[in-house]
């Protein structure tokens, strides 16, 4: 079983999901139908529902891979951006301490 994501041309944010096999020849040859039934359950016990669906970690990780292409992104990158940022100047501090030649700023007095 495969999730494809695309974006939705017609709700411009949205984002399609597709599941489906493939045949030997990479060719679509099931698909799931797009309904989902919602049913009512008196006391809800996790543990003996079945899942909307599973997939396998090889097909996750695909699924995130295609979202990130489609520009989908983890809400705690942007935080993250803060903490790049900060790294790349401590890089560049490092760079300098290392590369640039030392300042003098004491002359010292010869003695005769």
Do not use: Y
């Not at 008196?42 to 295609?66: C, G, H, M, N, Y």
């Amino acid at each position: 079983m495969k999730v494809r994501v695309a974006r939705d041309q017609f709700f411009g944010d949205g984002i399609m999901f597709l599941i489906c096999d493939t045949d030997a020849n990479g060719r679509i040859s099931h698909v799931a139908l797009p309904q989902i039934a919602i049913e009512a359950v008196e006391s809800p016990q996790t543990k003996s529902i079945a899942p909307t669906f599973q997939l396998e970690a090889s097909a996750a990780r695909e699924l995130v891979d295609q979202l990130w292409d489609l520009g989908v992104r983890p809400s705690e990158s942007r935080d993250r951006s803060e903490v790049v940022s900060a790294m790349r100047e401590h890089i560049s501090d490092l760079r300098r301490a290392a590369f640039d030649p030392p300042i003098v700023t004491e002359v010292r007095e010869q003695r005769p």
